[in-house]
């Protein structure tokens, strides 16, 4: 099988994403939310959520402690569909400055982040 390269925004889709939903779910299981009402917020199912929890689902990307106390502040303010969509592409932004792509890509490379500042 041949290993396909994958294009940035790729990963944040396959692996990101999920892997801060997760995040947000446990840190919100921990401040006493439900797993239905943590499902609703999200916009996944229940099902998704008890995956996050058992680690069946966006287990392979691990966040370092900024981020992690960023997603933590995050899910203390997300309330519903909007602060939902402004808090994940705050922590989006967060995780392309800390390169967290980079963790997927086995290559010591920049090509992803050539040209920016």
Known sequence: ???KLLQP???EVFYVI???RREL???MKGSGKSQKVIA???GVTEAAVSH???SKRASQLKFGSNLKKEIFESAARIS???SLMREMQRLLQLARVERVVCSH???DCDVCFEGLK
Do not use: N, T
Request: glycine residues 4%; negative net charge.
């Open 1 to 3: 099988m041949v290993k």
């Open 9 to 11: 925004q790729e990963i």
């Open 18 to 20: 999920p892997a801060l």
């Open 25 to 27: 779910a446990v840190c």
């Open 40 to 42: 609703g917020l999200l």
């Open 52 to 54: 996050y929890f058992s």
């Open 80 to 82: 519903d569909e909007l």
């Open 105 to 107: 890509c086995s290559k």
